[in-house]
Every structure is written in C-alpha cells, then in structure tokens.
C-alpha cells in the first residue's frame, strides 16, 4: 500500500504559513507523492499495488486553488513529473454525501459547496480521460463513503476482485 506523503495545499488550508508561496506549497506536495511511484524505482514483476491518492487529484485541485498564471506553471511541472511515475490502473473513489462531507470537514473550516464541486470534477476528470496532460487508470470503482467502515470493506473487495 503506498501512502500519501503530503496532504494537497488545496484551498491553503494544508499548513501554508502566513506570507507562503503556494506555487512552492504544490510542488513540495506533487514532488512528495510522485517519489513513491517513480518508474525508476518501480519493480519489474507484474504485480499490483494500492495507493491512497491519484497524481491527477493534485492538478484538479490546484486548478481551484492557483492563479491562472501560477495555474498554467503548475501544469507544465505537473506534466513533466506524472510523465516519470507510474499509472495506476484502478482508482477507488470514495463519493460522500453532502451531509457527511459537512460533518468531515467542519474543523477544517472548508466550505462543503467546494468540497462537494472537487468530489464531482474529480470524477468526470478519471471518468473522462486525458485532459491538460492526465494520466488516468483503466478503470473508476466509486465507493459510497458516508459509512466508512462499509466503503472500507467495498474497497477491500473492489481490490480483491481486480488481482
């Protein structure tokens, strides 16, 4: 199972410190998961490995967060990195309801409108394919996460089904 090592700065709220570059926030973020997946490192047996997060989430959620200018920057880095990583070939979304995504994220002071509109384009973005340089898996398996010992299950059983 591969982690990620770094929350996106997504909406600055990821620890930013006052007076921070948030071009530089993004790519510490991007540099620190694209490490775990480089294709230099990656094995050459035919196996499968899980990971938490999808380089693509980054570069959806920055187009929220990024001037236009930073924004057009961040997506040339983003295409050279992701260029030297590998793909998954199944992504698992875990979908959550307003209500849930309300009570998630309450301490974290974001609007769950924001939320809610990330959820979504994140979707379309995996389920449509290639766009501004995207490397999309194969497939999506979405998951209902409201409940999240029951996603966790459907999760596990999604995995277990593709090996």
């Known amino acids: 199972l ?25 790519s510490a973020a991007l540099s620190a998961c694209a490490r775990p997946l480089e294709i230099s ?13 999808w380089l693509g989430s980054h570069l959806v959620a920055a187009e929220d967060t990024l001037s ?24 698992i979304l875990l979908r959550a309801s307003p209500e849930t995504l309300a009570e998630r994220a309450a301490a974290q002071d974001i609007p769950v409108a924001d939320l809610v509109r990330l959820q979504d384009r994140l979707l379309a973005r995996l389920r ?13 398996v979405v998951v ?13 059983a999604a995995v277990e089904a593709a090996g």
């Open 2 to 26: 591969v982690q990620a090592p770094a929350v996106l700065p997504w909406r600055k709220r990821a620890g930013l410190p006052a007076g921070g570059d948030p071009d530089a926030a993004w």
């Open 41 to 53: 490192t990656w094995p050459d047996d035919p196996h499968g490995t899980v990971a938490d997060y």
């Open 68 to 91: 236009p200018m930073a924004l057009g920057r961040y997506t040339a880095e983003h295409t050279a990195v992701t260029a030297k990583t590998v793909t998954p070939h199944v992504a």
């Open 128 to 140: 449509c394919g290639k766009q501004a340089g995207d490397r999309v898996p194969h497939a999506v």
């Open 144 to 156: 209902a996460a409201d409940d999240l010992s029951r996603a966790i299950d459907e999760a596990i």
